[in-house]
């Protein structure tokens, strides 16, 4: 019973931080979230959920040496017509704009 309700515990006080914005994301300061406003970065990965009435897309993608990002699984937001063109189970090149958080093209391989 301790064991859950310290799992629990531990669990509600993590949720803030995963929950963070871009900007906080791990090899994200506060500059380089200024300096990446209107960019976007390039990375590779596969399409593991869609989800069209919340709009995004989740991928799990490989290393984004330009965030210092490890290889992970996101959700991002997505447009209507990179929601319509990803498939799951889907190889992709995708282009993220990470001062939106948004994946603005993406192209299967």
């Given amino acids: 019973m301790k064991l859950v309700l310290a799992a629990t515990a531990a669990l509600l006080l993590a949720s803030p931080a995963l929950a963070r914005p871009m900007a906080s994301m791990p090899g994200m300061s506060a500059k380089d979230h200024a300096a990446m406003s209107g960019k976007t970065v390039q990375g590779t990965?596969?399409?593991?959920?869609?989800?069209?009435?919340?709009g995004k897309v989740t991928l799990h993608h490989g290393p984004i040496a330009e965030l210092s990002w490890p290889?992970?699984?996101?959700?991002?937001?997505?447009?209507?017509?990179?929601?319509?063109?990803?498939?799951?189970?889907?190889?992709?090149?995708?282009?993220?704009?990470?001062?939106?958080?948004?994946?603005?093209?993406?192209?299967?391989?």
């Fill in 71 to 109: 290889a992970m699984t996101m959700a991002f937001k997505a447009s209507a017509d990179v929601l319509k063109s990803a498939k799951v189970g889907q190889k992709v090149a995708f282009s993220l704009n990470p001062a939106t958080s948004e994946v603005v093209a993406i192209q299967p391989q």
């Fill in 45 to 54: 990965g596969v399409v593991t959920a869609v989800d069209t009435k919340a």
